[in-house]
């Protein structure tokens, strides 16, 4: 067919000049300081900064090897893990519920959306006004029912306080997902499912969740990447990676080695290392979009 | 006026699909040329060709005896009726009508003016403040009618732009087409591939395949004496039946091998192929000897009565064949049907599909 | 429709209420923090309906020259924030609307290259090229500048790809009609492309307005002046634990003051919000 072909407009300079800010844009700021990483990650510079010289893999075997790197990265996961589970839990229940209600669905939503205009940063400060053992309202609560509870000392609890911040945040966000991808769920079959005598819980279970899934999917990528990048605020703003190296994720942790240590290599070496696993959540990300064109 | 000429027109996709294979066409002014083929033969092309959309590989478009090959669509004053009518989903009516004469600087006045004829002439004056998507499917194709009528161009150009309507409206709006065409006498290209359209709306009608024009006419001039099989195949509903035989000093033998009498036909060593319309048989009453006719056995496959007419399928020496006969068929399913085709009703293709004249 | 009983929509109307709380505790607490006095705040509990110290804490945050981040005012650092978060949505729309109208509606050598050369920057955050990206802004001089704070973060692989297949989504026909009708490509841009991004460009700007005034790595390395900081760096700069003298009232003004902006940004667009985002991350 002719029209699979685009029609197009015969200049041949104007389209440059109409990419050219985004080109010169992506050159100076992403592809010149991406090589650089790539290229400081196999050099390794004396004390005194005279001379580099190449050391090939070392950097990164060093970093690998490095137990406060191991520590990082678990800490990375655990906190990506249950800031995804507790934020997409929550805003599937709450999506549920408001696509179960026929009055005040649009209040609701209204006043759901609120934290998804919030820096994740100032959403940590936010719980640390409630919950910092000084002056925090929740957190007196908490100590006076006897439990010491004390976020900026015990790691356990810095941990919770973090990944509570970072989900109260995302919970918006996958709310409006949820909510529209429930309202993609064709109503028929659901009466059909009724009809069949499926119970409303039954029905959740065996029609309503499995057609989530795309939904379900993709919120889970997009939370993780959230959680392994958007979250520096959050964790510089109110732990500093501490206490201890309680709460120090992969991300913050190239920052206070390359800004704060001043290590350069084991810097670089480590966006490298970073850059792998974004390539690798993209492409997860797009065999999923791929997958869901298939189905329409 | 303008009158448009097509010399050795060619088109070349990439380098390797020829679209369009030298093509020569010679519009009158005012007159309406219709462009029939199936699908993919390049008459969309060709169109958009004259229009200015897409490049000219090889010879040359002339309107108004200039040659216009490298000007832009805008530069030479021609309008254009998509299928799809492209009307601007955020301008009203009237500002869709307005848009073409905008741009060429136009007074506001004289815009106001000239659209609102337009939309008197196609009774869309109570539709020039909606938008596209308040309008009825033929209400956007007079819309898409009044945007090209508006720019009073040389040249009025249509591609299949009835296609999206439903069987009713598109028999009302092929009239329509037809009166203001003759109305404006713009001379005018009008591609489909239905050919009830073809054949009710052209002064001129060019019938295509695969690149190449097969046949140049007056409608009826190529329904009576279609130039190749392939023309026979395509005018005509339903189409010319078609029946291949070769000759020996008996008579003609058909593709399975049966006999029939050669009734005076001389046909090619090479073989041919000899057409009839369904409606140029008769039936034998019975099996008397009919003076003037080629007479064919028919195994009836199936009748389809549609009222004032019924088409009876079957096969003739191995060939599908129909015949129409008026009122209820005289035969059944099963049944054998003696048919005449009258000397004068018969067409005689050679073995390339070309027509052989009568001696 | 199904009928669900009274009961169980009655208890889906607690469960979202409590949701709510949750959503909205932690941000009305601030609230009525920031209207208590300093001691008030030092004396957990706090109480849980605002104080009556609106007007003297928040006359006193905004007009009273505070000196808590070095001595810069919040309406500085709202006006920074403001700045940048409406640069880089209106920057990055731009932006991202020409080069998709490059890649879409023309053919010229090179034009996949350079697509993919804007959708590989999807996998290059600035987070992990943290260091040399540092380097090469003060290289160019653009530490502490409104436009190192900005222009670099104008170039988007997603809003250039959000553009991209909707422009794909205009029939072909539509382009032909507007060049029969002598329209070029800058008419055509802006008589009929433009017009009909509307509701994309809505939704885009609420959400990189968003995007904009939450930056918290970029302004953090991008920044050593505190007159040219955002108010959310400057916010982690006011509080400090460990000092006694932290005037906590005034954090939590700040607080609010931070926040407000874009709530108000999110509830007042949020029809074309909502239908964007949903779309834009399809
Ligand atoms: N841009 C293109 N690039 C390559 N080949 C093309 C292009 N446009 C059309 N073709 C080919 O040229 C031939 C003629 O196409 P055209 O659109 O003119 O057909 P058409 O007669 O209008 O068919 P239809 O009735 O289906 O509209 C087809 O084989 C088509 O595949
Ligand atoms: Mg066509």
Same mark, same amino acid.
């Given at each position: ?21 985004? %080109?010169?844009? +992506?050159? =100076? $700021?992403?592809?010149?300081? /991406?090589?650089? &990483?790539?290229?400081?990650?196999? *050099? ?28 990082? %990265?678990?800490? +990375?996961? =655990? $906190?990506?893990?249950?800031? /995804?589970?507790? &934020?997409?839990?929550?805003?599937? *229940? ?34 640390? $006004? ?167 | ?359 | ?282």
């Amino acid at each position: 067919m002719a029209s699979s072909t685009r029609v197009t407009f015969p200049n041949k300079l104007l389209p440059y000049l109409l990419l050219a800010p985004q %080109l010169a844009i +992506t050159a =100076i $700021f992403f592809y010149w300081p /991406a090589s650089q &990483a790539i290229y400081q990650s196999v *050099l390794r510079e004396d004390p005194f900064g005279l001379s580099t010289q190449f050391v090939g893999l070392d950097n990164f075997r060093r970093v690998i090897s490095d137990p406060n790197y191991v520590n990082s %990265l678990q800490v +990375t996961v =655990i $906190f990506s893990v249950a800031t /995804a589970l507790i &934020a997409m839990a929550l805003a599937l *229940l709450l999506a549920v519920m408001a696509d179960k209600v026929i009055r005040g669905k649009g209040i609701y939503r209204t006043l759901l959306i609120w934290p998804y205009a919030v820096a994740p940063a100032i959403a940590g400060m936010l719980w640390l $006004f409630l919950f910092n053992p000084s002056m925090g309202t929740l957190a007196y609560l908490v100590r006076s029912a006897g439990y010491n509870w004390d976020p900026l000392l015990n790691g356990d609890q810095a941990m919770v306080l973090v990944v509570s911040a970072a989900a109260w945040k995302q919970i918006s966000y996958n709310f409006l997902f949820f909510v529209a991808g429930l309202q993609s769920i064709p109503k028929s079959l659901i009466e059909a499912a009724a009809i069949d005598g499926a119970g409303e819980t039954k029905r959740f279970w065996t029609i309503i969740f499995p057609l989530l899934a795309p939904t379900t999917f993709f919120l889970l990528v997009v939370n993780t990447v959230y959680a392994f990048f958007d979250t520096f605020g959050i964790i510089h703003a109110v732990t500093g990676g501490g206490p201890g190296k309680a709460t120090e994720t992969l991300v913050y942790k190239v920052y206070n080695d390359g800004f704060v240590n001043l290590i350069l290599g084991d810097s670089a070496a480590q966006s490298v290392i970073l850059m792998i696993i974004v390539i690798g959540l993209t492409a997860i990300q797009f065999r999923y979009v791929e997958r869901k064109v298939h189905y329409g | 006026m303008a009158n448009v000429e097509l010399t050795n027109v060619r088109k070349v996709y990439g380098n390797s699909v020829e679209a369009v294979k030298g093509v020569n066409i010679a519009i009158e002014d005012g007159a309406l040329c219709v462009l029939v083929g199936p699908s993919g033969c390049g008459k969309s092309t060709l169109l958009r060709m004259i229009a200015g959309l897409e490049s000219i590989t090889d010879g040359t478009v002339k309107i108004e005896n200039a040659v216009v090959n490298n000007l832009g669509p805008a530069e030479r004053d021609i309008a254009m009726v998509f299928q799809n009518y492209a009307l601007y989903p955020h301008m009203k009516v009237y500002d869709n009508m307005a848009y073409g004469l905008r741009n060429r600087g136009m007074p506001k006045d004289q815009i106001d003016k000239r659209v609102r004829e337009a939309a008197q002439t196609l009774e869309l004056t109570h539709l020039l403040e909606r938008r596209p998507k308040e309008l009825s499917g033929g209400q956007r194709q007079r819309v898409a009618m009044g945007r090209a009528i508006v720019r009073n161009p040389k040249v009025f150009l249509f591609d299949e732009p009835l296609s999206n309507l439903d069987a009713k409206l598109r028999g009302q709006m092929r009239v329509e087409i037809k009166n203001l065409q003759r109305q404006l006498g713009v001379t005018s290209v009008y591609v489909t591939h239905d050919q009830l359209e073809a054949m009710t709306l052209a002064d001129t009608l060019v019938v295509m395949n695969s690149g190449s024009v097969e046949q140049i006419g007056a409608p009826l001039d190529i329904y009576e004496k279609p130039a190749s099989t392939f023309v026979a195949s395509f005018i005509g509903a339903p189409p010319m039946n078609l029946v291949h035989v070769t000759a020996d000093n008996t008579g003609l033998i058909l593709k399975d091998g049966t006999h029939i009498g050669a009734e005076g036909l001389t046909v090619p060593t090479t073989g041919a192929v000899i057409g009839f319309r369904p409606e140029d048989l008769e039936v034998a009453a019975g099996h008397e000897k009919h003076i003037g006719g080629l007479q064919l056995d028919l195994k009836v496959l199936g009748v389809e009565p549609v009222g004032a007419e019924s088409y009876v399928y079957g096969v003739v020496g191995g060939e599908r064949v129909v015949v129409r006969v008026a009122g209820r068929s005289p035969s059944q399913t099963g049944d054998h049907l003696r048919v005449i085709i009258p000397k004068e009703k018969l067409h005689l293709f050679g073995a390339d599909g070309k027509r052989i004249p009568p001696a | 429709m199904i009928q669900n009983n009274p009961i169980g929509r009655f208890i889906a109307h607690i469960i979202l209420i409590i949701g709510i709380m949750i959503v909205a505790f932690p941000i009305y607490y601030t609230f009525v923090a920031s209207t208590q006095s300093l001691q008030e705040i030092m004396r957990p509990p706090l109480s849980l309906l605002p104080g009556n110290h609106f007007w003297e804490n928040y006359s006193a945050a905004l007009f009273g020259g505070v000196g808590r981040i070095g001595g810069v005012g919040v309406d500085r650092l709202l006006f920074n924030t403001i700045v940048m978060a409406l640069a880089i949505a209106v920057g990055k729309i731009a932006i991202s609307i020409l080069s998709a109208y490059a890649i879409v509606f023309f053919r010229f050598p090179g034009r996949m290259i350079f697509f993919w050369l804007i959708f590989i920057t999807l996998m290059l955050p600035v987070e992990v090229r943290i260091l040399p990206t540092y380097k090469v802004m003060v290289d160019l001089g653009l530490i502490d500048t409104y436009t190192g704070l900005t222009l670099p973060l104008m170039a988007s692989a997603t809003a250039t790809l959000l553009f991209r297949q909707f422009f794909m989504t205009i029939p072909g026909e539509l382009v032909e009609a507007a060049r029969v009708d002598g329209a070029g490509p800058w008419r055509f841009f802006k008589d009929i492309l433009l017009p009909l991004s509307k509701t994309n460009i809505a939704a885009l700007f609420v959400i990189l307005f968003i995007y904009g005034w939450t930056q918290y790595l970029w302004p953090l390395l991008m920044t050593n002046r505190n007159d040219m900081t955002t108010i959310v760096i400057g916010l982690r700069k006011m509080i400090s634990f460990a000092d006694a003298d932290t005037e906590w009232h005034l954090v939590m003004v700040t607080c609010i003051l931070a926040i407000v902006p874009p709530i108000l940004v999110v509830m007042l667009m949020q029809r074309w919000f909502v239908r964007g985002l949903v779309e834009t991350e399809k």
